[in-house]
Protein backbone atom coordinates (compact mmCIF):
# COMPACT_ATOMS: atom_id res chain seq x y z
CA UNK A 1 0.00 0.00 0.00
CA UNK A 2 1.10 3.43 -0.74
CA UNK A 3 -0.10 6.89 0.45
CA UNK A 4 -0.08 9.39 -2.25
CA UNK A 5 -0.55 13.30 -1.94
CA UNK A 6 -3.44 14.28 -4.20
CA UNK A 7 -3.29 17.96 -2.87
CA UNK A 8 -6.68 16.84 -1.19
CA UNK A 9 -8.19 17.45 1.89
CA UNK A 10 -7.75 13.84 2.74
CA UNK A 11 -4.88 11.11 2.18
CA UNK A 12 -5.18 8.76 -0.98
CA UNK A 13 -4.13 4.79 0.22
CA UNK A 14 -3.51 3.02 -3.17
CA UNK A 15 -2.62 -0.63 -3.96
CA UNK A 16 -2.72 -0.34 -7.27
CA UNK A 17 0.32 -0.28 -9.00
CA UNK A 18 -0.10 1.90 -12.00
CA UNK A 19 -3.61 4.41 -12.64
CA UNK A 20 -4.25 5.67 -15.63
CA UNK A 21 -4.57 9.60 -15.57
CA UNK A 22 -8.20 9.25 -15.94
CA UNK A 23 -8.82 6.93 -12.75
CA UNK A 24 -5.88 9.09 -11.21
CA UNK A 25 -8.27 12.13 -11.77
CA UNK A 26 -11.09 10.43 -10.10
CA UNK A 27 -9.53 9.21 -7.29
CA UNK A 28 -8.05 12.46 -6.69
CA UNK A 29 -11.57 14.10 -6.81
CA UNK A 30 -12.65 11.96 -4.11
CA UNK A 31 -9.73 13.51 -1.47
CA UNK A 32 -11.31 17.02 -2.11
CA UNK A 33 -14.52 15.49 -1.75
CA UNK A 34 -16.48 17.42 1.38
CA UNK A 35 -18.02 14.26 2.47
CA UNK A 36 -15.34 11.51 2.57
CA UNK A 37 -13.76 10.59 5.89
CA UNK A 38 -10.16 9.80 6.60
CA UNK A 39 -9.00 8.81 3.41
CA UNK A 40 -9.79 7.24 0.30
CA UNK A 41 -9.09 3.38 -0.89
CA UNK A 42 -8.27 2.63 -4.36
CA UNK A 43 -7.59 -1.41 -4.38
CA UNK A 44 -5.24 -3.29 -6.94
CA UNK A 45 -7.70 -3.54 -9.97
CA UNK A 46 -8.50 0.36 -10.24
CA UNK A 47 -9.49 1.62 -13.49
CA UNK A 48 -11.93 4.51 -14.63
CA UNK A 49 -15.48 4.51 -13.74
CA UNK A 50 -18.43 7.25 -13.80
CA UNK A 51 -17.29 9.32 -11.35
CA UNK A 52 -15.45 7.28 -8.60
CA UNK A 53 -12.99 4.80 -10.30
CA UNK A 54 -13.72 1.19 -10.15
CA UNK A 55 -11.77 -0.44 -7.40
CA UNK A 56 -12.33 2.27 -5.08
CA UNK A 57 -13.68 2.54 -1.64
CA UNK A 58 -14.94 5.22 0.86
CA UNK A 59 -16.58 6.02 3.56
CA UNK A 60 -19.00 9.18 4.22
CA UNK A 61 -20.70 9.39 7.69
CA UNK A 62 -23.47 11.81 6.75
CA UNK A 63 -23.88 11.32 2.93
CA UNK A 64 -24.48 8.76 -0.01
CA UNK A 65 -23.31 9.02 -3.02
CA UNK A 66 -24.94 6.82 -5.85
CA UNK A 67 -21.87 6.80 -8.22
CA UNK A 68 -20.03 5.72 -5.91
CA UNK A 69 -21.99 2.63 -5.22
CA UNK A 70 -22.08 2.19 -9.13
CA UNK A 71 -24.91 1.96 -11.70
CA UNK A 72 -24.89 -2.08 -11.44
CA UNK A 73 -26.02 -1.88 -7.74
CA UNK A 74 -25.73 -5.46 -6.35
CA UNK A 75 -23.20 -6.94 -8.71
CA UNK A 76 -21.23 -9.46 -7.23
CA UNK A 77 -20.00 -13.61 -7.64
CA UNK A 78 -21.66 -16.44 -6.75
CA UNK A 79 -19.44 -20.29 -6.10
CA UNK A 80 -20.26 -23.31 -4.92
CA UNK A 81 -17.68 -26.67 -4.80
CA UNK A 82 -18.84 -29.78 -5.95
CA UNK A 83 -18.05 -33.73 -4.91
CA UNK A 84 -16.41 -34.28 -8.21
CA UNK A 85 -12.75 -34.54 -8.16
CA UNK A 86 -11.25 -32.37 -10.15
CA UNK A 87 -9.32 -35.33 -12.50
CA UNK A 88 -13.32 -36.40 -13.31
CA UNK A 89 -14.01 -33.19 -15.41
CA UNK A 90 -13.12 -34.27 -19.09
CA UNK A 91 -13.83 -31.98 -21.54
CA UNK A 92 -16.62 -33.81 -23.07
CA UNK A 93 -18.61 -33.05 -19.57
CA UNK A 94 -17.59 -29.81 -19.50
CA UNK A 95 -18.35 -29.57 -23.37
CA UNK A 96 -21.98 -30.58 -22.43
CA UNK A 97 -22.60 -28.48 -18.94
CA UNK A 98 -21.53 -25.40 -20.78
CA UNK A 99 -23.76 -25.89 -23.82
CA UNK A 100 -26.31 -27.01 -22.24
CA UNK A 101 -26.24 -23.56 -19.59
CA UNK A 102 -25.94 -21.56 -22.84
CA UNK A 103 -29.11 -22.98 -24.53
CA UNK A 104 -31.34 -23.28 -20.58
CA UNK A 105 -30.02 -19.55 -18.53
CA UNK A 106 -30.93 -16.39 -20.98
CA UNK A 107 -27.18 -14.89 -21.16
CA UNK A 108 -26.70 -11.47 -23.00
CA UNK A 109 -27.99 -7.84 -22.82
CA UNK A 110 -31.44 -7.49 -23.58
CA UNK A 111 -32.21 -11.27 -23.22
CA UNK A 112 -34.32 -12.54 -20.24
CA UNK A 113 -37.47 -15.19 -19.86
CA UNK A 114 -40.18 -14.46 -21.92
CA UNK A 115 -42.78 -14.55 -19.36
CA UNK A 116 -42.89 -13.00 -15.76
CA UNK A 117 -40.79 -14.55 -12.63
CA UNK A 118 -42.52 -15.46 -9.57
CA UNK A 119 -40.76 -13.67 -6.21
CA UNK A 120 -42.13 -12.62 -3.00
CA UNK A 121 -40.77 -9.31 -3.14
CA UNK A 122 -42.00 -7.56 -6.08
CA UNK A 123 -44.06 -5.29 -4.38
CA UNK A 124 -41.07 -3.65 -3.20
CA UNK A 125 -40.03 -2.24 -7.15
CA UNK A 126 -39.80 1.25 -6.65
CA UNK A 127 -43.23 3.51 -7.45
CA UNK A 128 -41.49 5.93 -9.91
CA UNK A 129 -40.51 3.09 -12.09
CA UNK A 130 -42.10 3.30 -15.31
CA UNK A 131 -43.99 -0.12 -17.02
CA UNK A 132 -40.78 -1.00 -19.07
CA UNK A 133 -38.62 -1.32 -15.87
CA UNK A 134 -41.77 -2.92 -13.41
CA UNK A 135 -42.09 -5.66 -16.93
CA UNK A 136 -37.95 -5.61 -17.02
CA UNK A 137 -37.71 -6.50 -13.27
CA UNK A 138 -39.86 -9.62 -13.51
CA UNK A 139 -38.63 -10.81 -16.46
CA UNK A 140 -35.07 -10.55 -15.59
CA UNK A 141 -34.85 -12.14 -12.68
CA UNK A 142 -32.70 -15.70 -13.19
CA UNK A 143 -30.91 -14.43 -16.08
CA UNK A 144 -27.31 -13.66 -16.66
CA UNK A 145 -26.56 -10.40 -18.43
CA UNK A 146 -24.54 -9.08 -20.69
CA UNK A 147 -20.84 -7.68 -20.96
CA UNK A 148 -18.37 -9.18 -18.22
CA UNK A 149 -20.93 -11.28 -16.84
CA UNK A 150 -20.10 -15.11 -16.76
CA UNK A 151 -20.78 -18.57 -15.89
CA UNK A 152 -17.74 -21.03 -15.18
CA UNK A 153 -16.79 -24.19 -14.76
CA UNK A 154 -13.30 -24.78 -12.48
CA UNK A 155 -10.64 -26.95 -11.84
CA UNK A 156 -9.72 -25.68 -8.15
CA UNK A 157 -5.94 -26.87 -6.29
CA UNK A 158 -7.73 -27.94 -3.49
CA UNK A 159 -9.01 -31.15 -5.79
CA UNK A 160 -12.36 -30.05 -6.55
CA UNK A 161 -14.56 -28.55 -10.09
CA UNK A 162 -16.21 -25.32 -8.64
CA UNK A 163 -18.92 -23.92 -10.49
CA UNK A 164 -18.71 -20.29 -10.38
CA UNK A 165 -21.33 -17.15 -11.53
CA UNK A 166 -20.76 -13.61 -12.30
CA UNK A 167 -24.25 -11.27 -11.68
CA UNK A 168 -26.50 -8.48 -10.57
CA UNK A 169 -29.27 -6.40 -10.33
CA UNK A 170 -29.59 -6.14 -14.18
CA UNK A 171 -31.70 -3.84 -15.59
CA UNK A 172 -32.86 -2.99 -12.38
CA UNK A 173 -30.00 -1.39 -10.86
CA UNK A 174 -29.13 0.64 -13.43
CA UNK A 175 -32.58 2.28 -13.82
CA UNK A 176 -32.59 3.27 -9.79
CA UNK A 177 -28.69 4.50 -9.63
CA UNK A 178 -29.90 6.30 -12.69
CA UNK A 179 -32.98 7.92 -11.27
CA UNK A 180 -30.99 8.71 -7.55
CA UNK A 181 -27.63 10.23 -9.08
CA UNK A 182 -30.66 12.81 -11.36
CA UNK A 183 -31.93 13.28 -8.09
CA UNK A 184 -28.43 13.90 -6.13
CA UNK A 185 -27.69 16.39 -8.64
CA UNK A 186 -30.40 18.73 -7.92
CA UNK A 187 -30.02 18.18 -4.71
CA UNK A 188 -26.95 19.68 -4.57
CA UNK A 189 -27.41 22.69 -7.49
CA UNK A 190 -30.16 24.09 -5.51
CA UNK A 191 -27.87 24.51 -2.31
CA UNK A 192 -25.31 25.56 -4.88
CA UNK A 193 -23.17 22.66 -2.84
CA UNK A 194 -19.46 22.67 -4.02
CA UNK A 195 -18.52 19.31 -5.63
CA UNK A 196 -15.48 18.18 -7.97
CA UNK A 197 -17.65 16.86 -10.42
CA UNK A 198 -21.38 16.48 -10.76
CA UNK A 199 -21.03 12.56 -11.21
CA UNK A 200 -20.11 12.63 -7.45
CA UNK A 201 -23.43 14.27 -6.46
CA UNK A 202 -24.20 13.09 -3.27
CA UNK A 203 -27.86 12.94 -1.10
CA UNK A 204 -27.83 13.16 2.84
CA UNK A 205 -28.52 10.42 4.64
CA UNK A 206 -30.88 11.62 6.83
CA UNK A 207 -32.81 12.81 4.24
CA UNK A 208 -36.00 11.85 2.21
CA UNK A 209 -33.83 11.46 -0.66
CA UNK A 210 -31.21 9.94 1.07
CA UNK A 211 -33.91 7.31 3.00
CA UNK A 212 -35.48 6.80 -0.81
CA UNK A 213 -32.14 6.10 -2.12
CA UNK A 214 -31.06 3.34 0.60
CA UNK A 215 -34.66 1.78 0.59
CA UNK A 216 -33.84 1.15 -3.49
CA UNK A 217 -30.35 0.06 -3.08
CA UNK A 218 -31.19 -2.53 -0.32
CA UNK A 219 -33.96 -4.25 -3.03
CA UNK A 220 -31.66 -3.84 -5.67
CA UNK A 221 -29.05 -5.93 -3.70
CA UNK A 222 -31.72 -8.46 -2.47
CA UNK A 223 -32.26 -8.78 -6.13
CA UNK A 224 -29.00 -9.16 -7.38
CA UNK A 225 -28.39 -11.92 -4.39
CA UNK A 226 -31.83 -13.86 -5.61
CA UNK A 227 -30.66 -13.65 -9.38
CA UNK A 228 -27.50 -15.20 -8.41
CA UNK A 229 -28.95 -17.65 -5.93
CA UNK A 230 -31.54 -18.53 -9.14
CA UNK A 231 -28.37 -18.53 -11.93
CA UNK A 232 -26.69 -21.55 -9.30
CA UNK A 233 -29.78 -23.64 -8.54
CA UNK A 234 -30.15 -23.73 -12.71
CA UNK A 235 -26.14 -24.33 -13.41
CA UNK A 236 -26.36 -27.13 -10.16
CA UNK A 237 -29.17 -28.67 -11.69
CA UNK A 238 -27.80 -28.41 -15.31
CA UNK A 239 -24.25 -30.07 -13.68
CA UNK A 240 -25.98 -32.54 -11.32
CA UNK A 241 -28.28 -33.94 -14.24
CA UNK A 242 -24.64 -33.82 -16.88
CA UNK A 243 -22.16 -35.03 -14.11
CA UNK A 244 -24.59 -37.30 -12.12
CA UNK A 245 -22.67 -35.56 -9.33
CA UNK A 246 -25.43 -33.69 -6.43
CA UNK A 247 -23.03 -33.22 -3.51
CA UNK A 248 -22.33 -29.50 -3.53
CA UNK A 249 -20.50 -28.70 -0.50
CA UNK A 250 -19.69 -25.05 -0.10
CA UNK A 251 -21.00 -21.68 -1.34
CA UNK A 252 -19.95 -18.18 -1.21
CA UNK A 253 -22.23 -14.87 -2.48
CA UNK A 254 -20.91 -11.89 -2.32
CA UNK A 255 -21.50 -8.24 -3.88
CA UNK A 256 -18.85 -5.69 -4.95
CA UNK A 257 -21.31 -2.84 -6.01
CA UNK A 258 -23.00 -1.58 -2.57
CA UNK A 259 -22.77 0.91 0.39
CA UNK A 260 -23.00 -0.36 3.94
CA UNK A 261 -23.57 1.31 7.39
CA UNK A 262 -19.87 0.03 9.58
CA UNK A 263 -17.98 1.32 11.89
CA UNK A 264 -14.35 2.17 10.76
CA UNK A 265 -11.83 5.08 13.17
CA UNK A 266 -14.20 4.90 15.58
CA UNK A 267 -17.48 6.27 13.21
CA UNK A 268 -19.97 4.90 12.09
CA UNK A 269 -19.98 4.91 8.21
CA UNK A 270 -21.31 4.24 5.20
CA UNK A 271 -18.79 2.23 3.18
CA UNK A 272 -18.57 2.51 -0.69
CA UNK A 273 -17.41 -0.47 -2.36
CA UNK A 274 -17.44 0.41 -6.09
CA UNK A 275 -16.02 -2.37 -7.99
CA UNK A 276 -14.40 -3.60 -4.75
CA UNK A 277 -15.60 -6.37 -1.59
CA UNK A 278 -15.34 -6.85 1.53
CA UNK A 279 -12.34 -8.55 3.01
CA UNK A 280 -12.83 -8.37 7.13
CA UNK A 281 -10.97 -10.83 8.83
CA UNK A 282 -11.62 -14.16 8.18
CA UNK A 283 -14.48 -13.78 5.67
CA UNK A 284 -14.36 -16.12 2.24
CA UNK A 285 -14.28 -13.78 -0.67
CA UNK A 286 -13.75 -14.87 -4.39
CA UNK A 287 -11.78 -12.50 -6.37
CA UNK A 288 -12.02 -13.83 -10.02
CA UNK A 289 -9.59 -13.26 -13.18
CA UNK A 290 -10.56 -12.16 -16.28
CA UNK A 291 -12.09 -15.03 -18.75
CA UNK A 292 -9.76 -17.67 -19.38
CA UNK A 293 -7.05 -16.95 -16.57
CA UNK A 294 -7.19 -18.23 -12.69
CA UNK A 295 -9.64 -17.01 -10.30
CA UNK A 296 -9.01 -17.25 -5.82
CA UNK A 297 -11.52 -18.22 -3.37
CA UNK A 298 -9.27 -15.72 -0.55
CA UNK A 299 -9.81 -15.10 3.43
CA UNK A 300 -10.15 -11.63 3.74
CA UNK A 301 -7.19 -10.05 6.57
CA UNK A 302 -9.62 -7.08 8.19
CA UNK A 303 -7.23 -4.32 6.90
CA UNK A 304 -8.09 -1.11 8.36
CA UNK A 305 -6.52 0.72 5.40
CA UNK A 306 -8.62 -0.79 2.78
CA UNK A 307 -11.95 -0.07 5.22
CA UNK A 308 -11.54 -4.03 5.51
CA UNK A 309 -12.15 -4.77 1.69
CA UNK A 310 -9.75 -5.82 -1.13
CA UNK A 311 -10.18 -6.01 -5.10
CA UNK A 312 -13.27 -7.63 -7.01
CA UNK A 313 -11.20 -8.92 -9.94
CA UNK A 314 -8.63 -8.79 -12.63
CA UNK A 315 -9.78 -4.92 -13.34
CA UNK A 316 -9.34 -3.57 -16.98
CA UNK A 317 -6.94 -2.14 -19.08
CA UNK A 318 -9.25 -1.68 -22.15
CA UNK A 319 -12.68 -0.93 -23.24
CA UNK A 320 -14.77 -2.96 -25.54
CA UNK A 321 -14.05 -0.91 -28.88
CA UNK A 322 -10.29 -0.19 -27.99
CA UNK A 323 -9.82 -4.10 -27.20
CA UNK A 324 -11.28 -4.69 -30.39
CA UNK A 325 -9.20 -2.55 -32.32
CA UNK A 326 -6.33 -3.01 -30.73
CA UNK A 327 -5.92 -6.94 -29.35
CA UNK A 328 -4.87 -9.64 -32.27
CA UNK A 329 -7.86 -12.18 -32.79
CA UNK A 330 -5.88 -15.22 -33.34
CA UNK A 331 -3.69 -14.34 -30.04
CA UNK A 332 -7.01 -14.05 -28.45
CA UNK A 333 -8.16 -17.42 -29.56
CA UNK A 334 -4.22 -18.77 -28.31
CA UNK A 335 -5.06 -17.51 -24.82
CA UNK A 336 -8.49 -19.33 -24.49
CA UNK A 337 -6.50 -23.09 -25.65
CA UNK A 338 -8.12 -25.58 -23.35
CA UNK A 339 -10.96 -23.72 -22.49
CA UNK A 340 -14.35 -24.73 -23.71
CA UNK A 341 -16.09 -21.10 -24.58
CA UNK A 342 -18.49 -20.24 -27.84
CA UNK A 343 -16.22 -17.92 -29.21
CA UNK A 344 -15.94 -14.02 -29.95
CA UNK A 345 -19.52 -12.12 -30.12
CA UNK A 346 -19.64 -9.28 -32.69
CA UNK A 347 -21.50 -6.02 -31.89
CA UNK A 348 -22.21 -3.36 -35.02
CA UNK A 349 -19.63 -0.36 -34.95
CA UNK A 350 -20.57 3.09 -35.45
CA UNK A 351 -19.41 5.15 -37.61
CA UNK A 352 -20.17 8.52 -39.58
CA UNK A 353 -22.74 7.28 -41.90
CA UNK A 354 -24.51 4.73 -39.22
CA UNK A 355 -23.60 0.98 -38.58
CA UNK A 356 -20.88 -0.18 -40.00
CA UNK A 357 -19.69 -3.95 -40.23
CA UNK A 358 -20.11 -6.39 -37.65
CA UNK A 359 -16.85 -5.72 -35.44
CA UNK A 360 -15.06 -9.01 -33.40
CA UNK A 361 -15.64 -8.06 -29.53
CA UNK A 362 -12.68 -9.22 -28.14
CA UNK A 363 -13.30 -7.00 -24.65
CA UNK A 364 -13.58 -9.59 -22.56
CA UNK A 365 -10.53 -11.20 -23.64
CA UNK A 366 -7.60 -12.06 -20.87
CA UNK A 367 -5.37 -9.35 -22.66
CA UNK A 368 -7.88 -6.80 -22.00
CA UNK A 369 -7.42 -7.08 -18.40
CA UNK A 370 -5.03 -7.01 -15.51
CA UNK A 371 -2.79 -9.87 -14.75
CA UNK A 372 -4.85 -11.21 -12.06
CA UNK A 373 -1.18 -13.09 -10.40
CA UNK A 374 0.00 -9.27 -10.72
CA UNK A 375 -3.15 -7.68 -8.80
CA UNK A 376 -3.01 -10.71 -6.13
CA UNK A 377 0.46 -9.42 -5.20
CA UNK A 378 -0.53 -6.27 -4.93
CA UNK A 379 -3.40 -7.29 -2.08
CA UNK A 380 -1.40 -9.49 0.36
CA UNK A 381 -1.71 -7.35 3.38
CA UNK A 382 -5.46 -7.59 2.21
CA UNK A 383 -6.44 -11.57 1.57
CA UNK A 384 -4.68 -14.50 1.51
CA UNK A 385 -5.69 -17.17 -0.90
CA UNK A 386 -7.59 -20.41 -0.07
CA UNK A 387 -7.54 -21.91 -3.15
CA UNK A 388 -6.42 -20.99 -6.90
CA UNK A 389 -9.34 -21.90 -9.59
CA UNK A 390 -8.38 -22.50 -13.23
CA UNK A 391 -11.31 -22.53 -15.84
CA UNK A 392 -12.28 -25.24 -18.04
CA UNK A 393 -15.34 -23.57 -19.60
CA UNK A 394 -17.03 -20.67 -20.02
CA UNK A 395 -20.53 -19.16 -20.75
CA UNK A 396 -20.07 -15.14 -21.55
CA UNK A 397 -22.97 -13.15 -21.12
Not at 224 to 239: D, G, H, K, P, T
Not at 310 to 338: I, Q, T, Y
Request: aromatic residues 6%; positive net charge; charged residues 25%.
Amino acid sequence: MRIIDTGGRIPLYSWCRSMDKAASVQAGNLTVHSQTFHHVAVMADCHPGYGMPIGGVIACPEALIPYAVGVDIGCGMVAVRTGTSAGKAGGGLVKKVVAEAARRIPAGEGHSHRSDQEWDQFGRIPSWMDARGRDLCRRSLGTLGGGNHFLELQEGDDGRVWLMIHSGSRNLGYRIAGHHHRIAVTYCRKRSLKLPTDELSYLPVNSVEGEEYIRDMEFALDYARENRRRLMASLMEIYAETAGEEDFEERIDIHHNYAALEEHFGRMVWVHRKGATSAAKGQTGIIPGSMGTCSYIVRGLGSPDSFRSCSHGAGRVMGRKEASRKLNPKKCDEAMRGIVFSGWKRFPERGRRGRGAPVLDLSEAPAAYKDIEEVMKEQTDLVEPAVRLHPLGVVKG
